[in-house]
């Protein structure tokens, strides 16, 4: 049973990192949020001590080295410009991290946490649950099978959320790295491990509702479009209240991806704990990747632009 602590405990990602501790076997001992309103902890680990004071916190990590509660992994759920200090944190207070994503926000940070590493000898990981879905990993067999070509990819996702996330940090790109990377850093992530290194990269809108453009990887072309906005769910879904819509449409094949989520977590859970989850080195394409988004310059080449931005207010 490994030692487990907590940072972004009242967070809306919290209960899927609390179940893969349970999950997985082990104990949360310690967690640490500004806010106080933590009572998902009872149904999970209602001995675990809480703070609210990150001092406070650090100080407890410090003080349990070398007893039994010593912690062994870091798990951090807390808002993404605080995803660096809080790993820093846990390597200096003798833990591996377990962050969320996007793991930081700038790559540079990615080859400074790599000589932490080598400073503390602890490990920093990441949660790329894509990498686990079961319909992904069959496309990625089937895709390393074939012999190498350029496919054409449609990616589109909306997450549709209410007026409070542009007025949390989320809606400020200074703190969430803007909406390529708070809801998108993922699925580039994928394209990547499924198609390979980014060759080219096109921006065609970016606000703070809707993010669009083309990625040219070594065996795809792909048009994205990520939004915020239930108005760009298609009609007939939204007449059955849906408010989320994923598609990716591989040389006009629709890969279904859907289902199957609220595991994911514990996947990666399990393979971090046995040695083989994701490190540095996974996830920095997909970070370098959208910090390019963030800053490009918009492009209007119409010819690789997707679809839905004809659907874009303007």
Known sequence: MKNFALIGAAGYIAPRHLKAIKDTGNRLVAALDPFDSVGIMDSYFP??????QPELFEDYLYRLRGTPQQVDY???ASPNYLH?????MALR?????ICEKPLVLNPEEI???KDLEAETGRRVWTILQLRTHEALLSLHARLQAQPPRKYQLDLTYITSRGTWYLRSWKGRTEQSGGLATNIGVHFFDMLTWLFGKVEQVEVHRRDDTVASGYLELERAQVRWFLSID????PPALRAQGKRTYRSMRLDGEEIEFSEGFTELHTRVYERTLAGQGFGLEDTYEAIATVARIRTLPLSDRTATMHPFLQKVKQ
């Open 93 to 97: 207070a003798g833990a591996d991290a």
């Open 111 to 113: 080859r400074e946490l």
């Open 47 to 52: 001995e675990a001590e809480f703070f609210t």
């Open 74 to 76: 870091v798990s951090i």
């Open 84 to 88: 660096n200090a809080h790993i820093r």
């Open 230 to 233: 239930v108005e760009y769910v």
